[in-house]
């Protein structure tokens, strides 16, 4: 019963974390690009305005209301789990933002010039030589944020999820349905709960590290 | 105004902030010449370098290469275009409007920095835009035609050797991948480094990173290439094989601008030697001229401390 939960918990925030990764390469760029028209300064105060907001309210907020405001749009509907898709992506997109930009920032600025000299865009250069060598500098801090997203999306079960018009629980949720009808449980369901995040969280650490060793071997 | 001058500066004025760097520098390079730049450290002269491919935007001045602008259009230096301007005209209606009172104003209007763009009226602005429109040069293309090679040798470290010479060719489409590989191999062979084309440049010694450096410059088939201290940031027995490399390049008659504090390679290179001092060219000459028999105080000063 814990494995169907599971995957819609793995699901929501691979999902979140595939879209907040391209928001966040969008918004770290705009935010270095050098301002020097119109459009990008606006655009650059919009990804200032979009990071403070974001990672200034709480997600749980923010997926309330993304979820009521869809409820308001499209009365009814039988899959809803792109709504935490969207809710947690927008919401990890403004870290992996700040995330991104740091790593952009801490890229050698003579790899820049190197482009520029042979005659490349700013913006190809951005994305064949700068962009790759700030993935590579931010691996370890983009995996913590991917093991938060993945605890945080336990969040959903404040909400009712529902797929193919049936009402599905996440892997919290399913946890705290299973305690309520069996109280005497209830401490067993959460721990269960609690060891299988864990068992997730440190998967990810082991590929975060097979992906940090394949990286560095890349280079020799 | 084609002419045999490929690469030319007029009037570079440079300010980082209060500090002065350049101060008024002119100079014309011709095809197949090889200059080299000495002077001080903060002398100006890796600025002066710089702005010849706009890795640096000087304050005041210009920039062309083959008789195209790769500045904007520095007013200043056009007087046509400083007596479309209303500051001109204005200054102009209270004189007699002979010749002598025009020079006069253009000085003034020069020294004093009068010309504000937004205040100069519509008949200046479409003479800068019509002179920008005419001259102008997209700054990618030229630096095309522009290698550079830099101090720290700045490889790309995400892609192997042989990624690093194709890399522009093929992403300007200027050369297939085939053709880009062929010839990068063939350019590694040269510098006698083909069994690196696969290696990441954090595996190589600095001399070999500065030869892939200028062979990834040769790739693009410059018309000109600009050295910013290619030695150094190198250990000192990886000199020889650089510059052993870019004197090759040398006698095969490519145009090149040298910054550098290699005395004897500047002596036996260079035909001919800008000596760079406070922001501007204080003597230029042969290499006999400027070693041999310094004129000034200044330049005889920095000869006896390098030398």
């Given at each position: 019963m814990f494995i169907e939960s599971l995957g819609y918990s793995l699901l929501i925030a691979l999902g979140a974390v595939i879209l907040g990764f391209i928001i966040g390469v969008i918004l770290a760029v705009i935010r270095i690009c050098?301002?020097?028209?119109p459009i990008i300064k606006i655009l650059d105060k919009f990804a200032e305005l979009y990071i403070t907001v974001i990672r200034g309210t709480p997600t749980l907020v923010q997926l309330l209301i993304m979820y009521n405001s869809i409820l308001v749009v499209f009365?009814?509907?039988?899959?809803?789990?792109?709504v935490p898709i969207i809710a947690f992506g927008i919401n990890s997109g403004a870290y992996m933002a700040e995330i991104i930009r740091s790593g952009i920032n801490s890229v050698d600025a003579g790899q820049m010039e190197a482009g520029r000299s042979v005659g490349l865009s700013w913006i190809t250069t951005m994305r064949k030589i700068i962009i790759p060598q700030a993935i590579k500098i931010v691996v370890p801090t983009i995996f913590n944020e991917i093991i938060i997203l993945v605890k945080e999306?336990?969040?959903?079960?404040y909400i009712v999820l529902k797929v193919s018009a049936k009402q599905k629980w996440d892997l919290l949720g399913m946890a705290q349905k299973q305690g309520l009808a069996t109280p005497a449980c209830y401490l067993t369901f959460l721990f269960s709960a609690a060891l299988i995040y864990l068992a997730v969280v440190m998967l990810l650490t082991f590929v975060q590290h097979l992906i940090e060793r394949r990286l560095k071997k890349n280079e020799r | 105004m084609k002419d045999d001058r490929l690469l030319k500066v007029k009037g570079l004025y440079k300010y980082f902030g209060k500090i002065q760097v350049l101060k008024g520098v002119s100079c014309d390079i011709r095809k197949g010449e090889r200059i080299v730049i000495i002077g001080a450290?903060?002398?100006g002269k890796s600025t002066m370098l710089r702005c010849m491919n706009l890795l640096e935007n000087p304050t005041y001045g210009e920039a062309w290469l083959d008789g195209s602008?790769?500045?904007?259009?520095?007013?200043?230096?056009?007087f046509d275009i400083i007596r479309t301007s209303r500051t001109y005209k204005k200054m102009m209606a209270?004189?007699?409007?002979?010749e002598k009172a025009d020079a006069e104003i253009i000085a003034k209007i020069k020294t004093e920095d009068l010309l504000h763009e937004k205040n100069e009226g519509l008949e200046y602005l479409k003479a800068m835009r019509a002179f920008r429109k005419e001259h102008g040069m997209d700054i990618n293309i030229a630096r095309q035609r522009t290698g550079m090679v830099f101090q720290h040798f700045?490889?790309?470290?995400?892609?192997t050797v042989l990624q690093n010479l194709t890399l522009a060719p093929v992403e300007l489409k200027l050369k297939t991948q085939e053709e880009a590989d062929k010839k990068a191999m063939s350019l590694l062979e040269r510098i006698g480094?083909?069994?690196?084309?696969?290696?990441?440049?954090?595996?190589?010694?600095g001399g070999q990173k500065q030869r892939i450096a200028i062979a990834r410059a040769l790739a693009m088939d410059p018309e000109v290439i600009l050295f910013?201290?290619?030695?150094?940031?190198?250990d000192p027995e990886m000199v020889g094989e650089v510059l052993d490399l870019m004197k090759q390049l040398a006698e095969e008659g490519m145009t090149m601008v040298i910054v550098t504090h290699e005395m004897g390679f500047a002596r036996e290179v260079a035909n001919r030697v800008l000596f760079m001092d406070g922001g501007v060219i204080a003597e230029e000459g042969t290499p006999d001229e400027i070693?041999?028999?310094?004129?000034s105080e200044r330049l005889r000063n920095f000869l006896a401390k390098v030398l």
């Open positions: 050098p301002k020097n028209n009365k009814s509907y039988k899959t809803n789990l792109i999306t336990s969040v959903v079960s | 450290s903060g002398s602008l790769l500045t904007p259009v520095d007013p200043y230096l056009h209270g004189t007699d409007g002979s700045n490889l790309f470290n995400n892609l480094l083909p069994d690196k084309a696969n290696a990441y440049p954090s595996t190589l010694s910013d201290e290619p030695t150094s940031a190198l070693f041999n028999h310094p004129k």
